[in-house]
């Protein structure tokens, strides 16, 4: 079963970036506000998503990455572009 919400899993990694490419466009927004980042996830059984079924720290490499693509891609229109979120905890405060 593939998790949709899955962080780890480039097709989620897309989609987001989309809708902030989208949002951006539309809104001339500067930054993005990531709700519940750096937050818990349900673990992800997907066997494609390139992690270990149920792995326990998918969630924080995942959100990593994702981070990171959103980060750099946004970059590439907007050198100030920002990420920001609610309360993130240390493995992602080098991003937000």
Not at 44 to 50: E, I, L, Q, R, V
Not at 63 to 85: F, G, V
């Amino acid at each position: 079963m593939d998790y949709e919400g899955c962080r780890v899993d480039p097709r989620w990694q897309e989609h987001q970036l989309k809708l902030i490419k989208k949002a951006v466009a539309a809104f001339g927004f500067r930054g993005t506000y990531l709700d519940s980042f750096g937050r818990g996830q349900e673990f992800c059984y997907a066997s494609n998503h390139g992690h270990k079924i149920a792995e326990d720290c998918g969630s924080v490499q995942g959100q990593r990455a994702m981070a990171e693509r959103i980060k750099t891609e946004m970059r590439k229109q907007d050198p100030h572009y920002i990420l920001c979120s609610e309360a993130s905890i240390e493995q992602f405060i080098d991003y937000i």
